[in-house]
């Protein structure tokens, strides 16, 4: 029972140890958007589970350099929550949707908010929005669809992934953010890759957490990602001195005199792929 409970307080220390790791690395690209943080107006959007701990964790650190960094909780947290404590004592402002069921305080927030940081439901979250959190992700797409054509204003950051995505399936919620960018933390999650999820993503940024380079490989894990570095790295090299008799000859089969574009991108994709004649 005594080594159960050793294994059990390692795991909290690890998992809290990842969580600032996380929030600090999120913090530091949401400055490089916004460029000088001084006084720039974020608002954290935190629900009730670790992706929600991250967002404290990141509105700590915006507010200690300087952002006018507020956090909204979507829904309640657990107690005694340490990452909120510290977020108070940095003069982070909370607000809260159990004190605000009209969402006077929400709208207000996002008066003159140049940045979002979504770290509301995270990978726990499979079930359909409702109620508040219905109402929050609404008037937060109404918020985000009002600035569409600003480069720097009105844009989305999810925290590893877009709350209403389910991380395994890339199924959504109709009413799930279509962040401006998702900072995956440590790996980029499956459904981050899967349609129709894939297209809430925007911009895919994997952010290191600090995960132990020595863990061992989950075994029931079968996937691998294909990267252009992935793919760059297994191409063969290409002697200087060769020529399109080097690299084979393509012959295409396909379309008709009526619909060539088959025929087209067939032969289009053969010589980007470096056939040496098509």
């Known amino acids: 029972q005594m080594q159960g409970l050793e294994v059990a307080a390692k795991a909290d220390v690890m998992m809290g140890t990842l969580m600032e790791k996380a929030g600090l690395s999120v913090a530091d690209h949401a400055i490089q958007h916004l460029g000088s943080p001084r006084g720039a107006r974020v608002l954290v959007l935190v629900g009730a589970g670790n992706n929600g701990a991250d967002g404290l964790v990141t509105a700590r650190h915006l507010r200690r350099w300087g952002a006018q960094a507020s956090i909204y909780l979507a829904t309640h947290r657990p107690t005694p929550d340490p990452k909120m404590e510290l977020a108070l004592e940095h003069g982070v402002a909370v607000f809260s ?8 305080e929400l709208d207000s927030n996002l008066q003159g908010c140049r940045l979002v940081l979504d770290a509301m439901l995270g990978t726990g979250r499979t079930r359909p929005f409702e109620g508040l959190v219905k109402e929050i992700a609404q ?70 957490i600090g995960l132990p380079p020595d863990l061992e490989p989950e075994q029931g894990i079968d996937l691998e990602l294909l990267s252009p570095n992935w793919v760059g790295s297994h191409l063969p090299v290409r002697p200087l001195d060769s020529h399109k008799g080097t690299f084979g000859h393509a012959l295409i089969v396909a379309g008709s005199r009526s619909y060539v574009g088959a025929a087209f991108l067939a032969a289009q994709a053969a010589v980007r792929s470096g056939a040496g004649l098509v």
């Open 97 to 104: 949707s159990a004190k605000d069921p009209e969402l006077v």
């Open 139 to 208: 008037r937060i797409n109404a918020w985000h669809s009002t600035g569409m054509n600003r480069v720097q204003d009105h844009q989305i950051f999810a925290l590893d992934l877009p709350s209403g995505l389910d991380s395994d399936t890339g199924q959504t919620d109709p009413n799930s953010f279509a962040a401006d960018q998702t900072l995956a933390l440590g790996f980029p999650k499956v459904g981050l890759l899967t349609f129709p999820g894939a297209g809430l993503v925007g911009q895919l940024r994997v952010l290191d």
